[in-house]
C-alpha cells in the first residue's frame, strides 16, 4: 500500500536560512507526489506538485522539489526563508494507475517554525 | 479566489450523538472529498464523492459515516453515533477531476467528543 513519511516533526530555521523538508514515499509506479502547506485556521494550500517531467519542480512562494526515483524521496526546498513560511508542510501521494484515482495519503506534516 | 469553505469551525458534542459536517465546495468542481487528521496523526482519506455517489471509502468509513449532497452546493458528512476516537480534525476537499487535478481543501472542522 501507498504510504509518505515525513521524518521530521518538527523544523526551526531562522529568517534568511536555507530549508528542506523530507519526504519518502511507498508507491509500486511512479506516483503524483504533492506539497501542501497549512497555516493556522487555514485549509490546506498545494505549493507544488509532480507527475512526470522535469524531476524539479517549481511552486509558489518561492519553493522547489526534486523527485528522486532511486531514493523514493520528493524533498521540500526553499533558498531563503521568510517569516511568513511558519507553517505546517505535509507531503501527499496520489495513486494513479489503480481503482482509488483521487485519493491522497498524507504524511504526518512538519511544523516549520522561523526565527527573526 | 474560489475556496471551499466548512462550517462550524468547532464542534463539541457528546458520544453517541449525531453530527453532520458541512462543506460547500468550489462551485465547478465535480469531485469531493473527506479527510481528517486525529491530533499527532496522518491526514487519512475518508471517503470521496462523484456522480451523487460514493467513488471510494477508506477502512475508517464504517455504517457510522455517511455523505450527501443534499442540493447543489453542499456536501455533508454525517457521523451517527459519535465516539471518543471519532474527535479529530475533518477536511472537506473538492477537484474539478481525478488524479492530476489539484484537491482545494478547506480550512477544517475540528470535533471533539466528550
Known amino acids: 500500500a501507498q504510504s509518505v513519511t515525513q521524518p521530521d516533526i518538527h523544523i526551526t530555521v531562522s529568517e534568511g536560512a536555507s530549508l528542506e523538508l523530507r519526504c519518502n514515499y511507498s508507491?509500486?509506479?511512479?506516483?503524483?507526489l504533492f506539497w501542501y502547506v497549512q497555516s493556522p485556521g487555514q485549509g490546506l494550500q498545494l505549493l507544488l506538485k509532480?507527475?512526470?517531467?522535469?524531476?524539479l519542480v517549481q511552486g509558489i512562494k518561492g519553493f522547489e522539489a526534486e523527485f528522486k526515483r532511486s531514493q523514493s524521496s520528493f524533498n521540500l526546498r526553499k533558498p531563503s526563508v521568510h517569516w511568513s513560511d511558519a507553517a505546517e508542510y505535509f507531503c501527499?501521494?496520489?495513486?494513479?494507475?489503480?481503482?482509488?484515482?483521487?485519493?491522497?495519503?498524507f504524511g504526518r506534516g512538519t511544523q516549520l517554525t522561523v526565527w527573526p | 479566489e474560489p475556496e471551499v469553505t466548512q462550517t462550524p469551525s468547532h464542534q463539541v458534542t457528546q458520544m453517541g450523538q449525531e453530527v453532520i459536517l458541512r462543506c460547500v465546495p468550489i462551485?465547478?468542481?465535480?469531485?469531493f472529498y473527506w479527510y481528517r487528521q486525529i491530533l499527532g496523526q496522518k491526514v487519512e482519506f475518508l471517503v470521496s464523492?462523484?456522480?451523487?455517489?460514493?467513488?471510494?471509502k477508506s477502512e475508517i468509513f464504517d455504517d457510522q459515516f455517511s455523505v450527501e449532497r443534499p442540493d447543489g452546493s453542499n456536501f455533508t458528512l454525517k457521523i451517527r453515533s459519535t465516539k471518543l476516537e471519532d474527535s479529530a480534525m475533518y477536511f472537506c476537499?473538492?477537484?474539478?477531476?481525478?488524479?492530476?487535478?489539484?484537491?482545494?481543501f478547506g480550512p477544517g472542522t475540528r470535533l471533539t467528543v466528550t
Open positions: 464523492f462523484y456522480n451523487n455517489e460514493i467513488s471510494e
Open positions: 462551485s465547478n468542481h465535480l469531485y
Open positions: 508507491y509500486g509506479a511512479t506516483p503524483y
Open positions: 509532480y507527475f512526470s517531467g522535469d524531476t
Open positions: 501527499a501521494v496520489g495513486d494513479a494507475v489503480s481503482s482509488t484515482l483521487g485519493r491522497l495519503y
Open positions: 476537499a473538492s477537484s474539478e477531476g481525478t488524479v492530476s487535478y489539484e484537491q482545494y
